[in-house]
């Protein structure tokens, strides 16, 4: 696990993002990004209940995905109603994306939100970790 937390504080500091700060004795990230009036997202990976979260303005916004066999089936986001528009979503899916990656696993994109923005986007970091495109 050490080796782990030691692989994505490397890797999270030489990404485009240096906005992205990580706390190496927990699982929890914080995105200093201009999103919200809030600006700062704590985002939790709980691996046991298979999803990425965050907690904003009493509500909980979630990334849910299933695992097997190396690949993540990421099959659901959710953003409160209140908290749509603020880009919650995006931070949630960078930041299962970025789990994906640094795992060395594959992604499938069932939820059409994540798919849209990975087509969109098109980041060449993601590309090779998405099931079915290079395979």
Same mark, same amino acid.
């Given at each position: 696990?050490?080796?782990?937390?030691?692989?994505?504080? =490397?890797?999270?500091? =030489?990404? &485009?993002?240096?906005?992205?700060?990580? $706390?190496?004795?927990?699982?929890? &990230?914080?995105?200093?990004?201009?999103?919200?009036? =809030?600006?700062?997202?704590?985002?939790? $990976?709980?691996?046991?209940?298979?999803?990425?979260?965050?907690?904003? #303005?009493? #509500?909980?916004?979630?990334? #849910?995905?299933? &695992?097997?066999?190396?690949?993540?089936?990421?099959?659901?986001?959710?953003? *409160?109603?209140?908290?749509?528009?603020?880009?919650?979503?995006?931070?949630?899916?960078?930041?299962?994306?970025? $789990?994906?990656? &640094?795992?060395?696993?594959?992604?499938?994109?069932?939820?059409?939100?994540?798919?849209?923005? $990975?087509?969109? #986007?098109?980041?060449?970091?993601?590309? *090779?970790?998405?099931?079915?495109? =290079?395979?």
């Amino acid at each position: 696990m050490y080796q782990i937390r030691q692989k994505l504080t =490397s890797a999270f500091i =030489s990404t &485009l993002r240096p906005q992205l700060l990580i $706390h190496p004795t927990t699982t929890t &990230l914080t995105f200093n990004r201009n999103m919200s009036a =809030s600006g700062s997202y704590n985002v939790v $990976h709980d691996p046991a209940g298979q999803q990425f979260y965050l907690d904003i #303005e009493g #509500e909980r916004a979630k990334l #849910e995905y299933t &695992l097997k066999d190396g690949v993540y089936d990421l099959y659901h986001t959710f953003t *409160p109603t209140s908290c749509r528009g603020k880009g919650i979503a995006k931070v949630l899916a960078y930041n299962a994306f970025d $789990h994906v990656v &640094l795992s060395g696993g594959k992604m499938k994109l069932t939820c059409s939100y994540l798919l849209h923005l $990975h087509e969109k #986007e098109q980041n060449p970091k993601y590309i *090779p970790h998405v099931y079915g495109e =290079s395979m």
